[in-house]
């Protein structure tokens, strides 16, 4: 069996998941100022009187990292960070202790200027000085060639707790986003390793040890103790485990967009072939632009829980703010909820609240409370589905690189729409109707991001460079270089890059049975020197598709509404 | 410190990865890579206020307004050629719609070698990228004056060819002397038609021009020329084979001098040209312009081992540039005298010229006739032959042609004699029609 704990905003929701099904589910109140508390209960709460020996794995989603980085509630790190030349690195400062110091790696790796060793010392003997435990240090176009981010690393040496090089954090060229996301990950690092070393050390000692993951933002799950490298990862896992959640009741090729429709917010998120789309540069946190990997979804501030209100030229406003609870449950303020109570949709709730709430707004609109609700529940239907539109022409308007793919335009066109989230069913009618597209509710969709987190997959990608003129192949995130011959080819770029793949996949917790690859991008050029081929540049990105975990990959069939 | 564009810049990025004219030709599938990665590094798309669009296709129609593609527009053009295009039209809608302030176009295949017939591809261009975007705006936004300046290395003579006649659209073009240098032409006599004298300017510099140079006659010869003509629109040809590093010219500009080049010249609308050092130019200048283009600071563009000592330029290029300067300055000063003088009370104006496509290796003759006309830019028609066979006559209406001129045009295609012409085309411009006999 497998646990799946989801921390959001107000609940915390957990699933006990065995092969035939949910076997138990609880929600418990989150309390954002002792997520610890939250998480614990949680877990001890799902396994009361469950043999520990038949939970195979627990993955959890926890808005600890997330909500560090927005209240700033982070330690202070180093960070140092070598340019050459281009914009100035000032701009790209992270915070008080940053050094952009000397050192400089061209677009094909080759090193043009080398680095300062005394230079790096005196900053390492200033941090320490600080009480500085944790270093970030980053290099223009280190994922061509990691060895100066490598050897400043190596002159910090035992200076520091621990150090994060930024050729470890991703494949991909962006050096401002690669030192945001080296910086997230120094700063978070103590934070998530003495969160979880608590959680595990309280399980282990009510008899729990069972090996626990931690979810992604891109829908998949790594090992808790290779997270410990790169807790930026952690950030945003919520709609990815909404999206997962719903996956099993995607169509198996279509379109399909998802919709989590919360109490202040709607999470929206697309499905292809019923594989999430993926943003294609990484997740943006607060002020910082990153390279974490994440699901390509858009957050809009509609939910149940938005309050409505009339503006000065009566015009109906709903949301973006939340002001506590529906009316019907103790609120102050009148919400969409508070209409879907006029309408009849919810009942078992102080219905009179809500009417006294709905009446209000109808009388300073000057029509009927009726046709209020009916206002106020279109509204919110149709700010979210302008947001749907919004997204899908953003994910088609992405620039393309090749004649053939300006030629085929692949332009995606969703006909379902998936709901899970609290008030789900109550807006599956309204949404159906707005949108032309089928609508399906997921099944059991109050704890369905639960279910998400745990049957999520182990994910990861690898990115590799091969150089036939230079003559090597480099995957500088796996610290893997090595010498190719002339005549490496595309077939040889794939094999090592699969064979990477797998050794980082299993080192992330994933089964060896359950390695479902594919090969995201590859371009491959001849280079010419003169009027001569002088090699060939191939470049290759492999994922480990997001997906379900086997065995639970038919779960569908065991959950109804 | 914030990071944001001063002015909003738009970038079509279109390096094409599966075209190349050939598996070791310049203009192949690589020219942009490194490019691409350099922009990609440098975080160029994140920045606030640049702003990376999706390309779209030219039409036939957007072709056919421009060039007398023989036999037709898709022999002439290959898909490559139909997106490059497309790229450069994206920016001038996105600039003229307001939705930026300028624009650049990183597309390829280039196109300034393009002229108004196109039997083939001459240096490596097929068709003229800026003239179909340049003429599409003039259609869609009723933009008149428009100048081109172009920077590459060789001369821009197709785009020159397109514009010889039209006193609408000032083309300046500085490039390495036509002396030593394809395509061999652009020498300041060369100052456009009689109905147009004066908006074609030519720029030659002497080869190991450097920074100074360039930045000289940008600021001395080039913008008073602007100043003087108040173009709508600036489009600036950007080809980048003035680099120190191309192999295929003889120049000593670098990254810096093309950032600082493009803060003085402030185009709306840039587009690649040329420009073959893949890797040691093409990644820092392309970032030093996109910089330059929105105002943010490239001090810090430098390429790996720039030594500006020595790429100084001697005493005597110096000398030549500034003579050059002169002389391209005293000619725009008595355009006016000079053009009665070319007129000479004549009725039309006649040239001859062979052009050879040096791609595809086409030997064409032409004979060139254009009305001599006080009031628009003069019914043209050229009479072409080649060693591929085919003689064509090509009849061009200009877009505020004059009644009779247009009268005029429209009966010299109808009076084209079937039996000396294999083909017959016209280009009304004042109604956006073209007819093909």
Known sequence: ?561 | MKLAAEHKTGLVFFPAFDWAISPTHPEREERLLYTQDQVLEEGLLDIEGIEELKPEIVTEQDVTRVHFCVPDVKHVMTESHFISAGCAKTIGKAVLDKKVKRGFSLARPPGHHAMRVVLGARGFCNVNVEAIMIEYLRKEYNIRKVAVVDTDCHHGDGTQDIYWHDPDTLFISLHQDGRTLYPGSGFPYELGGPNAVGTTVNIPLPPHTSDEGFLYVTKNVVMPILDDFKPEIIINSAGQDNHFTDPITKMNFSAQGYAALTSILKPDIAVLEGGYSIEGALPYVNLGIILAMSGIDYSRVKEPLYDPDRYRQTPEVTMNIEKTGETVLSYWQNRNKIAERMRDKKDFDERKRNIYYDTDNIREQQKETVKICPDCAGALRIDSTSDRGARLLAVHIPLRACGKCRELGYIWYHSADPSSYDMVFLQDRTEDKYLKG
């Open chain 1, 1 to 561: 069996m497998i646990i799946g704990l989801d921390v959001g905003g107000t609940h915390t929701d957990v699933v006990l998941l065995g092969k035939n099904g949910i076997e138990r589910e609880i929600k418990v109140p989150t309390d954002e100022s002792d997520l610890f508390n939250s998480v614990l209960t949680g877990l001890e709460k799902i396994t009361y009187n469950i043999d520990p020996s038949t939970i195979d794995r627990i993955v959890l989603s926890t808005t600890l990292i997330t909500n560090a980085i927005v209240q700033n509630k982070i330690p202070e790190v180093g960070m140092i960070v070598s340019s050459g030349p281009g914009i100035d690195p000032e701009y790209y400062r992270t915070n008080r202790f940053y050094y952009p110091v000397s050192g400089s790696i061209d677009h094909r790796g080759r090193e043009i200027e080398p680095i300062d060793r005394n230079e790096i010392e005196k900053i390492a003997w200033d941090l320490k000085k600080e009480g500085i435990r944790y270093v970030g240090v980053v290099g223009k176009f280190s994922v061509r060639n990691p060895s100066h981010e490598q050897n400043i690393a190596r002159i910090l040496g035992n200076f520091f707790d621990k150090i994060f090089t930024g050729h470890r954090i991703s494949g991909s060229l962006n050096f401002p986003r690669r030192i945001a996301t080296t910086y997230i990950n120094a700063a978070a690092y103590p934070i998530h390793k003495s969160f979880f070393d608590a959680v595990k050390k309280s399980l282990q000692k009510k008899g729990l040890d069972i090996p626990m993951y931690i979810l992604k933002a891109d829908g998949g799950t790594t090992s808790l103790d290779a997270s410990t490298d790169f807790p930026g990862q952690a950030i945003f896992s919520g709609p990815a485990a909404s999206v997962m959640g719903a996956m099993p009741f995607a169509p198996d090729i279509e379109e399909c967009i998802v919709l989590d429709i919360g109490g202040t917010t709607t999470d929206i998120a697309v499905l292809i072939n019923h594989v999430p789309v993926l943003n294609p540069v990484g997740i943006n946190l607060g002020a910082y632009k990153t390279l974490i990997r994440s699901l390509e979804t858009n957050s809009i501030a509609i939910g149940g829980d938005s309050s409505v209100s009339v503006d000065e030229n009566r015009k109906l406003k709903v949301g973006p703010q939340r002001a506590g609870p529906a009316m019907a449950y103790g609120g102050s303020v009148p919400t969409v909820t508070d209409a879907l109570v006029v309408l009849g949709k919810i009942r078992d709730c102080d219905k009179d609240k809500s009417f006294k709430g709905i009446e209000s707004v109808a009388l300073s609109l000057g029509i009927p409370t009726e046709e209020a609700a009916l206002n106020i529940f279109d509204n919110a239907c149709e700010a979210i589905l302008f947001e749907v539109k919004e997204m899908i022409s953003r994910i088609n308007s992405k620039p393309v690189y090749t004649i053939h793919e300006v030629m085929e335009e692949y332009k995606i066109n969703p006909g379902k729409i998936l709901l899970i989230g609290g008030p789900a069913p109550y807006f599956a009618g309204r949404i159906e109707e707005l949108s032309g597209c089928r609508v399906g509710v997921v099944p059991r969709w109050n704890v369905a991001n639960a279910i998400g987190a745990a049957i999520a997959r182990t994910t990861c990608e690898v990115a590799l460079i091969a150089d036939t003129e230079l003559g090597f192949a480099l995957s500088a995130e796996e610290g893997f270089r090595e010498k190719i011959a002339a005549d490496f080819s595309m077939t040889d770029a794939v094999k090592t890059s699969f064979r990477l793949l797998t050794e980082k996949a299993i080192k992330r917790g994933a089964c060896e049975s359950d390695l479902e690859m594919e090969v995201i991008e590859s371009f491959q050029f001849n280079m010419v020197k003169g009027f001569y081929t002088s090699g060939k540049n191939i470049r290759i990105r492999a994922q480990i598709k997001p997906g379900l975990v086997q065995g639970y990959d038919s779960i569908a069939d065991t959950l109804t509404v």
